[in-house]
């Protein structure tokens, strides 16, 4: 985290402990407690499982009614989750989109219904307050930056890639463009691992077989690479992974001696929850024009030296 996050996030910290004691004035006066939704692309992924736990705790902490649902992918779901919390009178509308630009009719709604509306982790289409999220181009430079060095600077390597939303378009460009700084290393597939483990099993088991000479595997998230590593394993070739996010088990397994899984370029879930909703306070609370509308968070890179300390 940057001298600029940790700023933010001091000040996102501080942001919580006044509308706290704002939230215990009002409450006793009779004033309702303050209405929060969130709506997450999915949760069945410890990562935004992670995010969900973080908010509650945070919510809690001013006496906040919490509302969250899951879209499974699904934006036309999303949507219809929004505009039910909207029936619900939140006052916050947390928003991890599954489609950036699908979801802005719903920004829309929310917007004219007086709701600060706080992107997180991806971005939004339509009248967003303020975003959150993670450096997600730097985590893929940094990702297959590790991995061409890992593999000597020559080979051939693959993508797994996984659903087109901009965190994960901006990791996969991130990734080319950590690539092309080794003009012996070449990208021979890319495909699409849905970032489910199940599948990108089955994509990669295909990829190691199309590709014998194969040296390295990039994929887009941790959930995914699980899978592949399990291809990885089974072949009992020597292909190096990497990935994004810091999840739990890809940690765990990164920490395991030999691991043919060597590095996660980690994200900070609870972090970026925490700030998203303390920027939504202070928009709430009448500080619009103070609240930065874009705030980047950094990525660290995790490898078999800190993997043991590390969590998120």
Request: aromatic residues 4%.
């Amino acid at each position: 985290m940057n001298k600029d996050g940790e700023t933010i996030m001091s000040r996102s910290r501080n942001i919580l402990l006044g509308a706290a004691a704002l939230v215990a004035m009002t409450t006793a006066a009779g004033a309702a407690p303050i209405r929060i939704g969130m709506t997450f692309q999915e949760l069945n992924n410890p990562y935004f499982v992670t995010m969900q736990k973080a908010l509650r705790k945070a919510a809690g902490t001013i006496g906040a009614t919490v509302i969250v649902t899951d879209a499974h992918h699904d934006v036309t779901k999303q949507i219809s989750d929004v505009e039910d919390m909207l029936q619900q009178h939140i006052d916050i509308l947390l928003l991890n989109p599954t489609d950036s630009t699908g979801i802005e009719s719903a920004v829309q709604e929310a917007h004219k219904a007086g709701v600060i509306v706080v992107a997180i982790d991806a971005n939004a289409a339509g009248p967003v307050n303020s975003f959150v999220g993670s450096k997600n181009y730097d985590a893929g430079v940094m990702s297959c930056t590790y991995l061409a060095n890992a593999i000597g600077g020559s080979g051939n390597v693959a993508i797994l890639d996984g659903i087109a939303v901009v965190p994960i378009l901006e990791r996969v460009r991130g990734c080319k463009d950590g690539l092309a700084k080794f003009p012996n290393v070449k990208v021979v597939d890319t495909q699409n691992g849905k970032q489910e483990r199940d599948v990108a099993l089955s994509v990669s088991e295909n990829m190691i077989q199309a590709h014998p000479d194969l040296k390295g595997i990039f994929s887009v998230n941790d959930g995914g690479s699980m899978g592949v590593l399990s291809a990885i394993e089974s072949s009992g070739k020597d292909i190096k992974l990497t990935s994004v996010d810091g999840a739990p088990d890809a940690v765990a397994a990164i920490a395991k001696p030999g691991s043919k899984f060597i590095e996660t370029s980690a994200q900070f879930p609870g972090d970026m929850v925490r700030i998203g909703l303390g920027l939504a306070l202070a928009d709430y609370w009448g500080a619009g024009n103070t609240v930065p509308k874009i705030v980047p968070i950094d990525v660290k890179q995790v490898d078999a030296e800190n993997a043991k300390t590390f969590h998120w």
